[in-house]
């Protein structure tokens, strides 16, 4: 896991499929749900708001090219995945993602910037609450 440091705002901001004014909840929210294996998948589809989230998802598409922002554009200047997932040689994801955050050059950064392999890929496994619950089993497993 690469960068949940670096996207600190990602819980407070909303994902698309849900309403804005709906707020991460936290593990206490469903604290009272006597069924645990209700409660389990209602904690696992809590989670997959921030695995689904486009800032995270951005470096977990199923596809060679990186996302960005918050509508998913695709990546600009346009890169590719390379075989071991941090781009081709002369467009390196490190060439232009140091390992911080550039502010000034508005570049965001973190230690070993690269796509997340394959097997990792979220962009798109959003739609029912099952695929949430498949998407976080799957993360588990891993
Ligand atoms: C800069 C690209 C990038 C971004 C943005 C990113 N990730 Fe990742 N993520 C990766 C890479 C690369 C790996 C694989 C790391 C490894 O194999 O050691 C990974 C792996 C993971 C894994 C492990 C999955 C598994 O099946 O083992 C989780 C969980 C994860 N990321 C969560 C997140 C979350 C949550 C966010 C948003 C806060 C996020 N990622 C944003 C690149 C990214
Ligand atoms: C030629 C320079 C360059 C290369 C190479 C490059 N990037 Fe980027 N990338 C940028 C810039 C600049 C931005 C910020 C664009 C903006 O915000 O307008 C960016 C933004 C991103 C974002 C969006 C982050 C967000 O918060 O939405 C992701 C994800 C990303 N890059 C992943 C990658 C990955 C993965 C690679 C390697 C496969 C890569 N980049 C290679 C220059 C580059």
């Given at each position: 896991?690469?960068?949940?440091?670096?996207?600190?705002y990602v819980a407070?901001?909303?994902?698309?499929?849900?309403?804005?004014?709906?707020?991460?909840?936290?593990?206490?929210?469903?604290?009272?749900?006597?069924?645990?294996?209700?409660?389990?998948?209602?904690?696992?589809?809590?989670?997959?708001?921030?695995?689904?989230?486009?800032?995270?998802?951005?470096?977990?598409?199923?596809?060679?090219?990186?996302?960005?922002?918050?509508?998913?554009?695709?990546?600009?200047?346009?890169?590719?995945?390379?075989?071991?997932?941090?781009?081709?040689?002369?467009?390196?994801?490190?060439?232009?993602?140091?390992?911080?955050?550039?502010?000034?050059?508005?570049?965001?950064?973190?230690?070993?910037?690269?796509?997340?392999?394959?097997?990792?890929?979220?962009?798109g496994r959003t739609?029912?609450?099952?695929?949430?619950?498949?998407?976080?089993?799957?993360?588990?497993?891993?």
């Amino acid at each position: 896991m690469v960068l949940l440091g670096s996207l600190p705002y990602v819980a407070r901001t909303s994902p698309r499929s849900v309403s804005p004014s709906e707020t991460l909840r936290g593990p206490d929210a469903f604290a009272k749900m006597a069924d645990k294996t209700a409660r389990s998948r209602a904690l696992f589809v809590e989670a997959t708001r921030v695995l689904l989230h486009p800032r995270c998802s951005n470096c977990h598409p199923a596809g060679d090219s990186p996302l960005q922002g918050d509508r998913q554009l695709m990546h600009d200047p346009p890169v590719q995945r390379g075989s071991d997932n941090d781009g081709v040689v002369g467009m390196q994801c490190g060439t232009c993602h140091q390992d911080h955050n550039l502010e000034l050059a508005r570049v965001p950064g973190a230690p070993k910037w690269a796509l997340a392999p394959r097997k990792m890929a979220w962009v798109g496994r959003t739609g029912s609450r099952w695929k949430s619950i498949r998407l976080m089993s799957d993360v588990c497993e891993m």
